[in-house]
C-alpha cells in the first residue's frame, strides 16, 4: 500500500540529488561562501529538511522574522542533511537545518568539517518518533520490546540519531539490540508492509502516516527514557562563515530562537506551517507529535549527546560542545 498523500516528491532520492548537484553547478567549486548583500539585505542560502524538526526555520520566513534581522534567506530542500555536507563544506550553502547532529559532530571530530552550532533545532519529545510493526506483528514474534533482539529494524542513517537513541533505551531496559537497515522514511511504510524489515523506527510527519496507512502499532515511543528531551538536531554553519559573518549569524540566531519561543508556546504555529512545506495536509498535521522547540541552546544537554555517542562508539574522542557554538 502507498502512502500517497504525504510529502509528495519528497520520497524521490534521485530528484533530490539532482536538485542538490544543480546547486552545487550553478555555485562552481569556489571555496567562499554564498552570503552576499544586496537591497540592504543579507542573502543567506539554507539548506532544510522537510521535517517538523525545521519549523522554525519556516515560521522565520512566513512571519518576517529574518526581514527584520536583514537577513534574505533562501531555503533549499534535501532529504537527509549529509547530502548538503559538501555544499556547506565549499560555502555554497551558509547553514544547514534541521542537521542530524550524530552526523556533524562525526564530522567534526574526523577533519571533515569545521562545525559551528548557531542555534538548537529540536530535542526528543513524546512520539515525535515511534518503533512501529505491522498490525499483526504477533505472528512474526514481536508481541514486545524484548521481542526486537536480533530482528531488522529500518532507519533513515545507519550509525545515527535512531539507532544512538534505540540502543540507549532498550539498553536501561535490559533487553538485546535489533539489527539496523537503512531505509528512506519515505520507504519505511512499503518496506513494513512488504515484511522487509520487521519494525520501522519512523520520525514525524512518516510516523502517522505508516500508522494510518498501514494500521501499524506502536511498539516503542521513540522519546522514552533515557533520552527524553535529547538534543537531535540543530542550525549548523562552518567556522569560516561564523567568524567571517559574525553579525549574520548572530541575526540568523536571533530570527531562529525567536521563532522557535512561537514553536514552544504556541503548537498551533507548528502545525499550521507544516502543511506548508511538508505536503501534510492540515488534518494531518493536527495529529502530529510534535518535538520539543528549545528556545536557547543548552550546553548540559548537548553534552547528554557527545557522552551518549562517545558511550555507544559514535565519537573517539570527548568533545566539549561549548566550544562550537556561535557565541
Known amino acids: 500500500m502507498a502512502l500517497p498523500r504525504l510529502r509528495a516528491g519528497i520520497g524521490k532520492p534521485a530528484a533530490v540529488l539532482a536538485a542538490l548537484t544543480l546547486l552545487l553547478a550553478a555555485c562552481g567549486d569556489d571555496d567562499g561562501d554564498s552570503a552576499s548583500t544586496g537591497g540592504g539585505q543579507t542573502k543567506l542560502t539554507v539548506a532544510a529538511l522537510p521535517l517538523t524538526d525545521s519549523a522554525a526555520l519556516y515560521i522565520a520566513r512566513d512571519r518576517g522574522l529574518f526581514k527584520k534581522e536583514g537577513l534574505d534567506v533562501t531555503i533549499q530542500p534535501v532529504q537527509q542533511s549529509i547530502q548538503a ?15 542530524n547532529y550524530v552526523t556533524f559532530l562525526q564530522a567534526d571530530e574526523k577533519g571533515t568539517l569545521d562545525v559551528r552550532i548557531l542555534a538548537e533545532g529540536v530535542r526528543v519529545a513524546p512520539h515525535m518518533m515511534d518503533v512501529l510493526v505491522a498490525k499483526d506483528a504477533e505472528k512474526s514474534g ?55 524489515v520487521d519494525a520501522v523506527h519512523a520520525v514525524e510527519p512518516f510516523d502517522s502516516a505508516i500508522q494510518g496507512e498501514l494500521k501499524a502499532k ?44 512561537i514553536a514552544a508556546q504556541d503548537p498551533n504555529a507548528v502545525r499550521q506551517e507544516l502543511p506548508k512545506y511538508t505536503k501534510v495536509t492540515a488534518d494531518q498535521a493536527k495529529s502530529i507529535g510534535l518535538p520539543a522547540y528549545p528556545t536557547s541552546t543548552d550546553v548540559a544537554q548537548l553534552r547528554r549527546l557527545t557522552e551518549l555517542m562517545k558511550k555507544q562508539g559514535l565519537l573517539k574522542k570527548d568533545i566539549d560542545p561549548a566550544t562550537l557554538l556561535v557565541k
Open 85 to 99: 555536507l559538501p555544499a556547506l563544506a565549499k560555502g555554497q550553502v551558509d547553514v544547514i537545518a534541521s542537521a
Open 142 to 196: 514481536i508481541r514486545s520490546v524484548a521481542d526486537l533482539a536480533g530482528k531488522k529494524v529500518a532507519v533513515n542513517i545507519l550509525n545515527n540519531i535512531q539507532s544512538l537513541t534505540l540502543n540507549a533505551i532498550l539498553d536501561a531496559q535490559g533487553v538485546g539490540r535489533p539489527v539496523y537497515r537503512q531505509i528512506p522514511f519515505p520507504q519505511m511504510g512499503p518496506a513494513l508492509e512488504r515484511n522487509q
Open 218 to 261: 506502536v511498539l516503542l515511543d521513540g522519546g522514552s527514557a533515557p533520552v527524553q528531551s535529547l538534543p537531535i538536531s540543530g542550525y549548523v554553519t562552518t567556522q569560516k562563515f561564523a567568524s567571517g559573518h559574525a553579525k549574520e549569524a548572530a541575526a540568523f540566531r536571533r530570527a531562529i530562537e525567536a521563532a522557535s519561543k
